[in-house]
């Protein structure tokens, strides 16, 4: 385990998958994070390369089958402490990644406190000729209560089918204020929004927080357990999973991002006191 901290927040990671498991606001002693209860989530955190949703697709001619929301999450990553406030995760192919995901390349996540912020920053470097095909998203649950509601000015979004499929986009009529109900994700699941001009993402999390994002990825995926579970994910994403009429081939499918060299994403999550 890693921690990093200021006066503000006190933020543990750990090395496997490079995920949080912990977010403490020093100024309440109040844990923010989810913690991961195996009857409606096993997980709080989950780093997703190099695919969003179900692992079935195909690379240069073989199909080839990896763990929903790709392989990152069951690596573990060496870790290195820069400083009080920043930690950073490297991870670099192997012979078994090769077998499914046949690219050589280095990902590096920096995780950064400033103040009541938190910083990622991705680095994907490509280090063998040509260029590599890939996803990338974060997918991080944090505690709410009944009050909680999503606070966003998107204007569309893509509806998913009885398969959980994404479909075309549709004018998103909902509310700017959405409660973040249990039927809500009941009627839709998973709410795959289109962030065409970085749309205003704040979570009201009923609780006494507002969490404010700065994703400047083209989907953002709204998610929590239907059936339980006091926890709501915000994810940003740079991909797009599985979708209705998707081609085989990963290359060939929507929001594939490319690496010739390297690709860097950020985004960032501050906490604020709600007044």
Not at 107 to 128: N, Q
Not at 131 to 139: A, I, N
Not at 204 to 209: A, Q
Not at 237 to 261: H, I, S, T
Request: charge should be negative; glycine fraction near 6%.
């Amino acid at each position: 385990m890693y921690t990093i901290e200021n006066e503000i927040l006190k933020v543990t990671f750990d090395e496997v998958g490079a995920v949080l498991t912990s977010i403490i606001d020093k100024r309440r002693d109040k844990e923010i994070l989810y913690q991961k209860d195996p009857k409606f989530w096993a997980f709080q955190d989950v780093v997703m390369f190099p695919i969003l949703g179900p692992g079935k697709t195909r690379f240069m001619g073989k199909d080839v089958e990896m763990r929903q929301h790709g392989f990152l999450r069951e690596q573990t990553l060496v870790a290195e402490q820069v400083s009080e406030t920043c930690v950073r995760f490297v991870f670099n192919s192997t012979p078994e990644t090769l077998k499914i995901y046949p690219y050589d390349f280095i990902f590096t996540l920096t995780y950064m406190l400033d103040k009541d912020s938190l910083k990622y920053d991705y680095e994907i470097k490509h280090v063998s000729m040509g260029r590599m095909p890939f996803m990338l998203g974060s997918h991080t649950g944090f505690i709410i209560n009944s009050k909680a509601f999503l606070e966003t000015d998107v204007h569309s979004f893509h509806p998913l089918d009885k398969d959980g499929l994404l479909l075309n986009s549709m004018l998103w009529k909902e509310d700017s204020n959405l409660k973040l109900t249990k039927d809500l994700f009941k009627r839709y699941h998973t709410i795959v929004l289109n962030n065409h001009h970085n749309a205003r993402f704040i979570l009201h999390t009923g609780d006494g927080y507002l969490i404010i994002y700065n994703i400047n990825a083209p989907l953002v995926g709204v998610w929590s357990n239907s059936e339980g579970g006091d926890f709501v994910c915000v994810e940003p994403w740079w991909g797009e999973p599985a979708y209705k009429d998707m081609p085989q081939d990963f290359a060939e499918r929507n929001l594939v991002q490319w690496c010739k060299k390297t690709e860097k994403y950020t985004y960032s999550i501050s906490f604020k006191k709600e007044k």
